[in-house]
């Protein structure tokens, strides 16, 4: 399997991207580009994002490599119940958490 960053490598080329206009489309530095590409660094939440919006490919596909089975069971979680999972969540999971959450809200008031 490849890693992320052969991935993304892959995905750029495909689209005849260099770093650099890759760079400008998702707003990030062309050497995180690289570094990301190379491994060395790992892509924030919000970089995912506007990776698999460039490239339309699913977040899933980006980080495994698999695409994303529908299953048409809704799951519904109560206010308290989203609070107590966000709550006993790594601080690193909970950022992430806020990120999705803050591109989603973004996303609606477009």
Same mark, same amino acid.
């Given at each position: 399997?490849?890693?992320l960053g052969e991935r993304? /490598? =892959? $995905?750029? %080329?495909?689209?005849? $991207?260099?770093?650099?206009e890759l760079s !400008?489309?998702?707003?990030v530095a062309r050497s995180s580009i690289g570094k990301i590409e190379?491994? !060395?660094?790992s892509p924030s939440a919000e970089?995912?994002?506007? /990776?698999?919006?460039?490239? %339309?490919?699913?977040?899933?596909? /980006?980080?495994t490599e698999? !695409? =994303? !089975? %529908?299953?048409?069971?809704? #799951? %519904?979680y109560t206010k308290d119940e989203v609070t107590k999972i966000i709550e006993n969540a790594y601080e690193e999971d909970k950022? #992430?958490?806020?990120?999705?959450l803050s591109k989603f809200e973004k996303e609606n008031q477009k």
């Open positions: 399997m490849k890693s993304i /490598l =892959y $995905l750029r %080329k495909k689209s005849n $991207l260099t770093q650099k !400008e489309s998702i707003k190379n491994n !060395e660094v970089i995912l994002v506007e /990776l698999s919006k460039t490239f %339309k490919v699913s977040i899933d596909w /980006l980080l698999n !695409e =994303y !089975e %529908k299953n048409d069971t809704v #799951i %519904k950022n #992430i958490i806020f990120g999705f």
